[in-house]
Every structure is written in C-alpha cells, then in structure tokens.
C-alpha cells in the first residue's frame, strides 16, 4: 500500500447532520468534526475485485459524501474468492456494475456510482480521494501524475497472493485530540485515576481551571518534559502567582503538515513503512518484485503461473534484476532476495479474501484520514506478507504446479496459493463461532469466501442471543435496515449462505456458558476442529477459553477498540491458553470517592447512576417487595417512598426540585461545613480531589432544568402517574415553590475511606429507626389496593425513557460542584453504557488476520514460531506482530504438565464394569503415584478425605 501526492488537500467543510443513531460508535473514533468534514469527500475506488470492493465497503460504511466505483473488467471465476458482492451468476458481467448494486445497499446517506469508461482527467478533477487497485503500472503512473499536480489525494492498493502493497497521497492536517488531567505547577503532578494517553517529551500541553496559577490557565501550549507517568515538568513558573488548588492539564497534538512525492519519485526512492526491523531487505525485495511483476504482465498479458518453476520465476528473477540495477543506477542501494522473488513468483496469481481484508481496511483508512484531517497518515509505502501461511516445509510435499492449477472453481485464486488438496481439507472443517456482531460478521463472510465448511462433513455454528439494532448497521455490514430487531445469527448465517451457497451453516440464539452445557457439551465441542470468538465481554471470552482447553481445541480471539485491533490465537500443546493471557481486573472506584471526593468526570457518571438506580429502580423494588410480603426489613425505605408518593405533575416538580437542592447544595454545604476548604487535616482522598466543592445556585440554566424535567417524569413514570410532563408548568411550579435555608448536621460523620464508610453502614444498620414505629401509621400511607410501583431498570445507552437525560445532567451538575470538566450527551452515553467505540476499518483487519492464522491451524503447523500474535493501530498506522507465547510447563511428582494435559482415565475396571469412585481412587494411586485428598467438580465436593468412614463408604459406592 501506498500514499502519495504534493499539496495541502483541504477536507471540504460540510454542515450535514450527523445521524448519531446510526453513527454513533464511530463518532466515538473519529469524533463529530471529523465525520462533518468526511460528509464532504467524494471517493473513487478503481478496480472491482477483493481488495478494491473491501476498500469501498468500509470507506461507504464510515459515510463520506459519494463513492464511485470503476472497473472495465468482468467477473471471472477466481475473482469468487474473495470478491463477496459477485456469485456465479455474475461471472461474464461487469464487476463493477454488479457491485453497485449491493454496495448501495450499506449506507442510505452515501450515493453509490458505477464507471465503466475509461479514468479520463476531466472525470478524476470530480473527486478528493482516488483509490486505485488491480491496475497496471503505466496507469498508476498517470493518475498519480495528475492527481499529484492537483491537489488530490491518491491511493494505491493491491495484491498478489500472500504478499499484498499499499502506498499512499496529498499532505493535510491532522485533528487535535484531547486528554484531561489534573496538574500542580512547576513539576505537575498528575492526580486522575483515570487511564490516560502517554504524554511524550517535547508534547504540547495546555491548563484550565487552575486557581492561584491563573497565569497557566488559557495559556498558548507549551511543550512538557515527562519525568515519569504521574510526574511532567513545565519549565520555569517561578514568576507566576501561588499555586492554590485544582486545575486540567490538557495534551494537544498540534496540527502537522505531510507532504509525499508522486509515485514515478518512490518507484527509485521509497520510504518503506518498517513493521519487522529485522525484515529491511525483505520488504526492499517485494518493492522490487511488484514492480518486476507489472513489467511481466506488460510483456505477457497475464500474470506468472502458479508455481511455475521453471519459465515464469526465471523470467520475474531476471526483470527483478532489471529493477534492483535501475535503483541501484538512481541511488537507492538494496539487496535483492532471488529466492523471495520465485516464492512471490509462485502464488502472485493468487487471490486471498483475508489478504484482501487487511489491505482494504488499510487503504479505506487512508482515505478516511484524508477526507477527515483525523489520525496520522502512512509515509509512504507499506508491504505485508504472511509466507506463514504456506505449508510447513517438513511437515508437507511441496506444492505443484498441478496442485495449484485453476479448475473453473470459484476457490481459484486461493488454489493457486495453497493448491486443491487443501482447499478441500478447508471445507471440511467444522468450526464454532461464538458472536456474530462486527468481528462476527466479517469472519463469517470470510469464512464463506475461503470455502471453510463449504465441503462434505464441514459445519459453521454461529451463536449469539442479540438482535439487531440499528447502530450495528454502521459496521456489521451483513446487516441492512430491514433487518433490524431480527436475530443477528440468523440474518448472518442467510448472507453467508448467499454469498456462497456451498458454506454450510447453522444459526443459534443461545448464550455460551455454564446453563447451556446441555447443548454445547462433549458431543458438540469433541466434534470441532477449532472456535472463533467475536466477543465484547472478557468474562464470555474466558469460559469459551476453559472449554476450549477442556476439549483440546485450538482458539482464534480477537477483539477492537476504536482504531486499535488484537488477533491471538492458542493452540493445544504449543502455546498458553486464553486464561493465562488474559487480566480481567475490572476499573472499579472507591465509594468515597464517588460519594464526596470525586475528580473526573467518570466518577460523577457513576455517581449520578448509582442515584438513578436508588431513586427509581430500588425503591420500586422495596415497595413492591412490601406489598405482598411486610419485610420488616425494608419499611424504612418503604415509608419514605410512599410519604412521597405524588398526585400530580406539580407535585413531581416540587419533588425534584427538593431532590436538586439536597444533592446540590445542601449535600455540598455540608461536606464544606464538615471540611473547610482550607482545612489542612482532611483525608488524602478530599485532597486528590484537587478543587474544593462549591454548593450551586438554582440559577434558570439548561443543565438545572434538564434535571428538574428528567426527575420529574421519570418519578411520575415509577408512580405509574399520567402527565404532561409540560416544562412551562413545571416552570409556574418552580416559581411559587419555597424551600428552607440549609442548617449543617451538627456531629455527622462523613466517611473518607471506603473502611470507614463500612463501619459506619454497619452501625447505622444496627440502629434502624423504623422497626420501633407503629405499623398503623405505614397502614395509612398503604391505604388499600395499593398498586406496585414502576421500575426503570438504567439503560445506559437508551435515549428514551429520560433514563439518559437525568444521568447526564445529574453527572454535568454534579461536575459543576467540583470543578470537573462537563462531558457531553455522546461522550456521556458511551462511559455510562460502556460503549466500545467502533470503525469497520479496524473490525475488517481484525478478521482478515484471524482468517490468516486459520489457514495455519488448517495446515497442522507444529512449528510455533509460524503463529502470530498482532497488535495493530491503523490511526498510526501501526502494526506489531510477535510469536505466540510459548507454553509454560509445570511440575509436579516429577512429571512435566501444562495447562493442556490431563490424566487419562479408562472409565472402567479390568472386568469391564463402570468404575466407581472407590476404582478411580485406587487407579490414581497405582497408576500415577496421587493419594487422593479431595475431589471436585465445579462447586461439588465428590470425595473428601476427612468424611466420616460411612459417609466414605457410601460415595465411594458411586459410580
């Protein structure tokens, strides 16, 4: 791949609404800036196979202005297999306008064309972005050429086999991303818990907020030298005022500027993106081959035959050669690897859909980049290859030219790199996909273009109990508008089945996990060869990892977050298992510090949920509870809720109009009352929370009146209560409403860690107030044929039901009180809801490279060197690929064992009965040296040694 190009492009301004429904987790990624200024980009995708249709699937996925996709060619039988949008039907018609069709079908808000004539320079001045693919190299030339002198960006993308190129275009300016954190002067002092970027040395930095140093607040960055992960230095502040309190250090990436030479410059001189220092010749090596490849093509038509040993790699060395002297001739000195260029010889008539996904995905996010000024661009050439992929040498008969030969068959371009034999072996395979969201989909769909269960015997499960909604439309692309509320599974597994109706697979709804074991037991596990999972939930991924070991059965995990993307794979007896990689220790905050001391914004959100479930979901629960059985336990708070029970719109009102006041002011008056804002002995949690709090006023501003709104409506929704919900009554309400002035408690106690707040919770328990009152008074409140109360469960990522509203402006009110930075709807919603940010981009990589450590685990390699575990950055971009990590050993009775073995146990005795527990222990004992103490199954103690002799006796009996 490949960037290239001379002048600034300018990202075309655009006022569009963004549709935050459907857009959602990628504004999380890009941000809203940035996709108003992509809504402005008109693309061009040349070059309707693989690599070109991902390319313009995720480009028409993310939503720029138009895309236009262009090919004179027609469809032909290798193009199947990996071009998803062609079936057989389409072979003889043209690529490109059979794509249209289905392209068009992702995105509503995106016109998708069809070109079929020739890329004239009148038609290219109509776009900012030129992608092409699967072109010669005189015509990359000229529309490089023209693209170059006219402020356009282009891109080249493509691939041959196993080792695919992409370079890329014009200079533009890339967006500003924020982190904020708290900061002391001189050398600050960073005192948010929250995870946070890495500033760098020479980072830029600005401060706000900050009181006593106001010098620094609003100040023109400035650069910071990192002394340490909490510890940054500013420079000299000796002449500013005293620092006092607070303040939000914010990193900022400044503005740069990227310029590339035209492709007919890089040819003799390229700047190759490095992923593998140890690889410089290699991938110098690949440049020279692909150029190699198109004087080949020029001079035959066509490209070499696989494996062809004997004419086509001779020819591709000698022009090779040709290459390497030219560049020599201008300069660029490097090492030409004969044997590199016959094995790139031998499989670049291949056509590989995983390949092609990890290309495209790159490709669609340099254009994205340039449409949005967003992330950091490729400079300039990047060259992938996967050679693992190929059989291992001692563990196989090397590949033919027969072996590799086209047969009319829609897997042709994969024949041609790993030969028929195996492309049978890949559908017969029986594999469980677990998850068939965004990583789901885009496995499935490679699955069907690899042929994987596409053979006698072969068999895809795909589970996942979700339904479709319509943000998942934006990146899980096997789903249309029309599916929406419809079972993901199902709906995945039908366009699978269209884009090869050989796959065969089978859909379920059911949750993986210990409840439906019936289902998924040893018959179902004993009889895969492998699992994929496509999960967000880390404790979901671990049990599928239990049962993966449990079975022997290798495991192919993967997972995103916003740009960022991982792929691991682990393989019994070679490599750890899922749960020695993984560290599921879950963020969690001191209560204290939601409670009184909190310092970011996250900590609020909290805080204002945790108010949301305790005001209308727990206490709909006690009266409920109550209702049909007294639980003396709970009529405190039972009590409370029905005093309070409303009978109008204007007693809502007043209710939550108190409830502000109280949370507030009366709350915040207090804990200043009890901590002084200059009291120097309060506890380290008041003081990390760098800004005293300060009580606010019930001034008419729209973050107060949202809360009141929001308040009121959902009080009124638990009460089952029918009203308007109308705020110009609820503003008449307001204005008559008097409350008392606020009188501290005198002697209350406020608990500045989470063990005094333990204590403290156990004494009051101790203590309950209301088991002494008289039940006649709670009889009067109850009154007869009480109704149960309406519980709204917190739906974090729901906008309707004014869950959100009040969570939000409760959390920006709070935030207020303290001096945190206020966080948005959107920005909100996603901490609240745990919300993954999301792009396709990174989702179709992801799947391209656990589809690449599929063919390993299809070939049987041994070796563990040949796995690759890869962690990779697209905003950078950035990939890093390392070895799987070994497999740890441990001892124990003078016998080596891993995580993968287990002691064989026959089941039965020598007389061929069923073994009892009284056998197993006797056979563990002659046969492997083991005294038995205790034996479990999950929670069930089966033996224990200290039982009494007849409780040991009667177990012992059971088999």
Not at 386 to 405: N, T
Not at 645 to 651: A, I, Q, R
Request: aromatic share 8%; charged share 20%.
């Amino acid at each position: 791949m490949c960037l290239l190009g001379r002048s600034r492009m300018n990202a075309l301004e655009s006022h569009l609404e963004i549709d935050e429904g459907l857009y959602s987790r990628q504004i999380y990624v890009l941000g809203y800036d940035a996709m108003q200024r992509m809504t402005g980009s008109s693309v061009l995708v040349s070059g309707m196979k693989g690599v070109g249709v991902e390319t313009a699937k995720n480009i028409i996925l993310a939503g720029v202005k138009s895309v236009t996709v262009h090919d004179q060619g027609d469809a032909q039988w290798s193009d199947l297999s990996s071009q998803f949008f062609l079936s057989e039907g389409d072979v003889g018609q043209n690529r490109a306008v059979v794509s249209q069709r289905h392209l068009a079908e992702l995105n509503s808000y995106v016109p998708v064309v069809a070109y079929t004539e020739e890329l004239s320079e009148k038609f290219l001045s109509a776009f900012q972005v030129v992608v092409l693919t699967n072109s010669s190299l005189e015509e990359q030339l000229r529309i490089s050429d023209f693209c170059h002198a006219n402020n356009i960006c282009f891109i080249l993308a493509d691939t041959k086999g196993l080792p695919p190129s992409c370079p890329s275009g014009p200079w533009f300016m890339a967006s500003s991303v924020f982190l904020p954190l708290q900061g002391c002067p001189g050398v600050v002092t960073i005192a948010c818990e929250e995870k946070q970027e890495h500033f760098e040395n020479g980072g830029m930095v600005t401060f706000s907020r900050v009181e006593g140093m106001t010098e620094l607040n609003n100040s023109e960055p400035q650069p910071v030298c990192v002394l340490g992960p909490y510890h940054l230095e500013i420079g000299d502040t000796t002449t500013f005022s005293p620092y006092h309190r607070g303040g939000t250090i914010t990193q900022v990436k400044m503005p740069q500027t990227h310029s590339y030479e035209p492709l007919s410059a890089t040819l003799t001189h390229p700047k190759i993106k490095i992923k593998d220092k140890g690889k410089l010749t290699h991938y110098c090596t690949l440049h020279m081959a692909f150029q190699a490849l198109h004087a080949f093509q020029s001079k035959m038509g066509r490209l070499p035959r696989p494996r062809n040993q004997v004419t086509t790699s001779r020819s591709l060395v000698i022009l090779a050669r040709a290459v390497s002297l030219a560049q020599d001739l201008a300069g660029w000195q490097a090492p030409l690897d004969e044997e590199l260029v016959r094995a790139f010889a031998a499989v670049s008539a291949g056509d590989l859909s995983p390949i092609n996904a990890v290309i495209g995905a790159m490709a669609a996010q340099e254009v994205l980049k340039a449409a949005s000024g967003k992330f950091t661009p490729l400079d300039q050439w990047f060259y992938f290859d996967a050679w693992e992929c190929l059989p291992e040498q001692e563990h196989s008969v090397p590949l033919s030219e027969q072996d590799c030969a086209p047969r009319g068959s829609r897997y042709d371009g994969q024949i041609a790199v790993f030969g028929a034999d195996f492309q049978e072996r890949l559908g017969q395979q029986k594999y469980f996909v677990v998850g068939a969201g965004a990583i789901g989909c885009e496995l499935l769909k490679n699955f069907g273009m690899i042929g994987l269960a596409a053979g006698k015997g072969g068999r895809i499960t795909v589970t996942d109990m979700d339904t479709i909604e319509r943000s998942n439309l934006n990146r899980q692309f096997l789903f249309r508008p029309q599916d929406v509320s419809k079972q993901k599974s199902e709906v995945a597994a039908a366009a699978v089945r269209h884009m090869n109706p050989y796959t065969n697979v089978t859909a379920h709804q059911d949750c993986l996990g210990p409840d439906t074991e019936q289902l998924y037991g040893d018959n179902f596990f004993l009889g895969l060869d492998g699992v994929a999972t496509a999960l967000d939930n880390p404790q979901a991924r671990v049990y599928v990892g239990e049962r993966c070991v449990q079975y022997l059965k290798p495991l192919l995990d993967s997972g995103t977050e916003g740009t960022k993307g991982h792929v691991q794979v682990f393989v019994p007896f070679l490599t750890e298992s899922y749960g020695h990689a993984m560290d599921l220790a879950e963020k969690t905050y001191p209560l204290c510090t939601l409670r009184h001391f909190p310092t970011a914004i996250q900590h609020t959100l909290q805080w204002a949920r945790d108010q949301f479930e305790g005001l209308f979901k727990k206490s709909a629960e006690n009266v409920n509870t109550f209702v049909p059985r007294e639980a003396l336990e709970k009529l405190e708070l039972v009590h409370s809720s029905l005093q309070e029970k409303p009978l109008s719109w204007g007693e809502c009102v007043a209710w939550a109009r108190r409830l502000w006041e109280q949370l507030f002011r009366n709350d915040i008056q207090q804990l200043l009352y009890n901590f002084p804002p200059d009291h120097v002995r309060h506890s380290p949690s008041y003081r990390k929370s760098g800004s005293s709090p300060s009580p606010l006023f019930p001034l008419p501003l729209d973050t107060h009146m949202a809360f009141i709104l929001a308040a009121s409506r959902l009080f009124a929704q638990t009460h089952r209560l029918q009203v308007s919900g109308d705020e110009v009554a609820a503003r008449q309400v307001l204005l008559v409403l008097c409350l008392p002035p606020f009188q501290p408690c005198q002697g209350l106690h406020i608990p500045t860690t989470d063990q005094e707040l333990k204590e403290t919770s156990d004494t009051v328990g101790k203590e309950s107030t209301m088991g002494h009152r008289p039940l006649p008074s709670l009889s009067a409140l109850l009154g007869t044929g009480l109704t149960p109360l309406s519980l709204c469960p917190s739906k974090g990522d729901d906008n309707s039901n004014f869950h959100l509203n009040f969570i939000v402006a409760a959390s920006n009110l709070r935030a207020e009180n303290y001096g945190i930075p206020t966080a948005d709807w959107l920005q909100s919603k996603r901490i609240v809801g745990r919300i993954v940010p999301a792009i396709a981009t990174t989702t179709a990589a992801v799947a391209g490279l656990v589809c690449l450590e599929l063919y390993k685990l299809v070939w049987g390699h041994k070796d563990l060197g040949s796995y690759r575990q890869s962690f990779l950055r697209l905003a950078e971009p950035m990939f890093i690929f390392s070895f799987s990590v070994s497999l740890p050993h441990s001892q124990f009775c003078q016998k080596t064992w891993t995580c993968w073995d287990r002691i064989e146990v026959p089941g039965v005795t020598g007389s061929g009965e069923e073994m009892t527990l009284g056998d197993l222990r006797d056979h563990l004992q002659k046969e492997h040296g083991l005294a038995l103490r205790m034996l479990l199954y999950r929670e069930a103690v089966l033996y224990a040694a200290f039982w009494s002799s007849e409780k040991l006796k009667e177990q012992l009996a059971n088999r």
